[in-house]
């Protein structure tokens, strides 16, 4: 019998379960193994440092990040992760949940479940991420993957379009695509862009577009750093493009626009 469950176990997928309250372990694998899960906790860890250590030593299919009252912690150990690893995370969140699941999005979390859990969210979402990790054809229908959730329900459009506004105006200087945050929020991308365009009577290209121009705007009437300083800052690295976006975008070049605003000053 014993030779079957190792057998059995060679199936299964590594979960990395990090339980800042040193409670939830049990609760987690009496889950999994009730619903007869391919996964399995491989190590549980209560604190940051152990988790970071525990990736360096051993293999894991994806982790599982439990924060509760821990949500400053949980957090840093996401960033941190994400500067060593691209593997799953799965973030079980706390109280305050706007600004988690903000940040959560930031450091690139793929998926967002407030506390307490309802078992079929957290199983669904584990079923996603199994899909991820093994992505070869089944007979079995592919899952749906459901968005980031708030207080057991999925978010509303509402307030998926305020964290994409918020991940624009946070990360200007980065290169931002809908696609990107759309793989973030587990959305089918397409999808976002038409919810976007009815609640905000623009497209997201757009909108982007306008963040990008309106923020070279305040650098360039309110700092002295340089154009192609300015140009990094809103996200563009070829400095010509900057030109010509910025003066198809307010008829002005940026040195024209700096000079105007100084004599009005």
């Not at 070869?136 to 994409?164: C, G, N, W, Y």
């Not at 623009?202 to 990008?212: A, D, G, M, N, P």
């Not at 563009?236 to 000053?265: E, L």
Request: with cysteine; aromatic share 10%; proline share 3%.
């Amino acid at each position: 019998m014993k030779s079957q469950e190792k057998v059995r176990l060679c199936f299964l997928y590594n979960m990395l379960l990090v339980d800042y309250s040193r409670r939830w372990c049990g609760e987690l694998q009496h889950l999994l193994d009730h619903n007869k899960s391919q996964y399995v906790i491989g190590e549980c860890v209560f604190t940051s440092s152990a988790a970071l250590t525990a990736l360096h030593e051993k293999q894991f299919a994806v982790i599982v990040v439990f924060t509760e009252r821990y949500d400053t912690a949980g957090l840093w150990l996401c960033q941190h992760i994400r500067k060593i690893s691209d593997i799953p995370i799965l973030l079980l969140g706390g109280r305050d949940h706007y600004r988690l699941v903000r940040k959560a999005m930031a450091y690139q979390v793929n998926d967002y479940l407030s506390y307490p859990v309802h078992p079929s969210a957290l199983l669904n979402s584990l079923l996603g991420m199994r899909t991820r990790l093994n992505p070869e054809p089944t007979k079995q229908s592919p899952p749906t993957i459901s968005p980031f959730r708030i207080d057991r329900k999925a978010m509303d459009s509402s307030h998926v379009i305020r964290l994409i506004k918020a991940y624009v105006r946070d990360h200007l200087g980065d290169e931002i695509t809908l696609r990107k945050i759309s793989d973030m929020l587990h959305f089918n991308c397409a999808y976002l862009g038409q919810k976007f365009k009815l609640e905000e009577n623009i497209s997201f290209t757009e909108y982007l577009l306008q963040q990008r121009m309106e923020k070279a705007k305040q650098l360039l009437s309110s700092t002295s750093l340089r154009i192609y300083e300015i140009a990094v800052e809103v996200g563009y690295k070829d400095i010509d493009w900057f030109y010509k976006r910025f003066k198809t975008y307010t008829g002005s070049s940026p040195n024209a626009y700096r000079r105007q605003k100084t004599h009005t000053a």
